[in-house]
Each structure stands twice: as C-alpha cells, then as structure tokens.
C-alpha cells in the first residue's frame, strides 16, 4: 500500500525556505514540525499519511544524520555516508509511488516543514531548489529517494548495491535525461552494470566525459530502440557495445593516446567484460 504526502504549495513554500535560509540546523531543531496549516494533499483518493508515520520517518533521517555528526557541519565522507543511507531509508519507509514522488510539493513539505534542520544541515544556506523541489535532482531529499528508485533490485541481495557504483554528479547526469532515459529502472541498471565492469583509473581516461559522451550516444537510439522492451541479458549487450564505442571515441581525440595504441588503451578499461 502507497501513502500520500502533505503537498507545501509554492506560495507557502519560497517565503518558509527565504526565512529560514540564513538559520542553522540548532535554529531550526525548534521549528520542524508534522503539519502545516496551508499543506494539501492531492485530491486523487488514497491512504494519507499519518503523523505517526511523519515521525517516525523524521526519528530515522535524525539518527541517520547523528551518526555523520549532525548538528555539527558534515566533512565530505560524511556527507556521502549519509547521503547513500538516507537513500535506501526513504526509498524502504516512505512507501510512495513513483507518481507521488515526482512532485517537488511533496519533497518541499518533508525538507521545510518535516525536516529543516536536517536539511540546512546537509546545506546550509540552501538555494532554492535544495529545498522546494523545483529541480527533483538537486533537492536534497528528493534526489536520493529517486536514485534508489531506480537502482532497486528487489530479487538481489543487497537490492540497493548499485548506489556505490556512480557518483552523485555521474548519476545526476543520467537523471538529468530522464525524460528519455533517466525515468526507466530498466534501463538506469542495464547503464548502471555495464559500468561496474569498466576501470575508469589512468590519466588519460575521464569518467565523468566517457558517460556524458555514453548518454549522448543513448539519446540519438531513445527514438528507434525500445530499451524497456530488450531483456536484461540483450540490453546489457547492446550498452557494452556502445560503452566500447563510447569509449574508443573519446580515446581517439586529439591526441590523448596515440593512434595505434587506441584499441589496446581502450580494452583495458573493460577488464571485468565478458566478450
């Protein structure tokens, strides 16, 4: 069973977020709370949320940011560790829907009514899209929920393994396209297993521009392939082939390794591959 969230509409929204821009999560630690006079719900039926429950998601992300130092401010590792556990926490506890979850209102009412101080915690002073929910891959709850969304695996192991596998700005990069790509789990762990199996170390290889070159490539198929109709097995081959690709391309720039040595460069970063 999925739950509806309260809804923090924007007229209500960007005046709480510019008050309590320049406060500090000790500051706020006073002025969370479960409800807000001017939150809606969305009027297509379905169970709502009880307060109970608001608490007891609140009660899980304070522990959770407690144990990366909260309220004292994160160092990078912290930020990380926290950021990839409040991942797996929302996506199991909050028992949303997809449909519930793409609305920045939803996202705005947990970030400043539910959860200020922790928010302004992970950033302070936050611009507004950390906050409102105006830009789903930069709201600091928000975000997380979606790429666990789309990296669960329910029948492995550890259903949420696939968060390690890509940065925040690599897999930013791929939501960013969700419109064509971002918005299928099919597709984003197909991507998401096909670099597992690559190395992306030496100084002539830069992640973050092969898998921007690699989405381009994705986006020029989007029209002519159907990837959530191909079988896991048949789309991690066509992605290998086209990472492969991806990947000699990039090499083959400039004069970034030698032309002779492109092919021998580039097989080297698909050393967990299976030809």
Known sequence: MTLLYPRL????AKPLAAEYKELGPIELNSRWSLADSS???????GTRIEQAKLQLLRDIVIDLAKESGFPQPPDSKQKTSFDLRLAVALHREMRISPAEAASGDVWAFLALVVLPDVAHWR??????????GSDLTRHVLGRMWWRAQLVYAPTD??????????GEAAFDQIYARRTALGGSPHLIQSIL?????????????????????FLKRLLRLAPFVVF??????ALDEELLEIAKETVVGYLSVGDRVPAAEV?????KVFVGAVS
Do not use: N
């Open 193 to 213: 297993r096909t670099w597992k199996q690559m190395d992306f170390s030496g100084p002539d290889i830069a992640e973050r521009d092969i898998l921007r070159d």
């Open 39 to 45: 939150a809606v719900f969305v009027a297509t039926g």
């Open 263 to 267: 092919d021998s460069r580039a097989a």
């Open 9 to 12: 509409l924007r007229h209500r």
């Open 123 to 132: 950033y302070p002073k936050p611009p507004g899209d950390r906050v409102l």
């Open 157 to 166: 192991p550890d259903p949420y393994a696939a968060l390690h596998v890509l």
């Open 228 to 233: 959530e109709a191909m079988d896991s097995r």
